[in-house]
C-alpha cells in the first residue's frame, strides 16, 4: 500500500488543505460469517487494486476487481452451496468521482 500527502495552506486564516493518494492492492481476502455451531457463509474477493485520491475538496476513487465467490457454508446450503461466482480474471472495473 502507498500513501502520499500533501498539505497545502491558502491565504493567512485560510482552511487547511490537503491533498491524499493512496494506491491498494489486495491479492486475496476472505471474510467468515460463522455462529457457534458452524460456518454460514464464506466471501472471497482476489486481486483487487484501488486508486484513491483526495485533492482540492474533491475525491476520486478507480480500480480492479478480478474474481469474487460468496458461498452458503450453512446446513441449508448444502445442495447449492455457490451463491455468487465470477468467472474469469477479471469481474469488475470502477470509477467514482465525488
Known sequence: MTVT???????????E???????LKVQSLSLILNQSQYE????TV??????VS?????????????????RDQSPHGRRY??????TGDHALDFDFFK
Open 81 to 86: 452451496t455457490d451463491r455468487f461466482v465470477t
Open 5 to 15: 500527502g500533501i498539505v497545502g495552506f491558502f491565504a493567512e486564516g485560510a482552511e
Open 40 to 43: 454460514l457463509a464464506k466471501a
Open 54 to 70: 483526495a485533492r482540492d475538496g474533491t475525491t476520486r476513487m478507480t480500480g480492479t476487481l478480478g474474481s469474487m465467490s460468496l
Open 46 to 51: 482476489s486481486e483487487f487494486r484501488t486508486h
Open 17 to 23: 488543505v490537503v491533498n491524499t493518494e493512496v494506491n
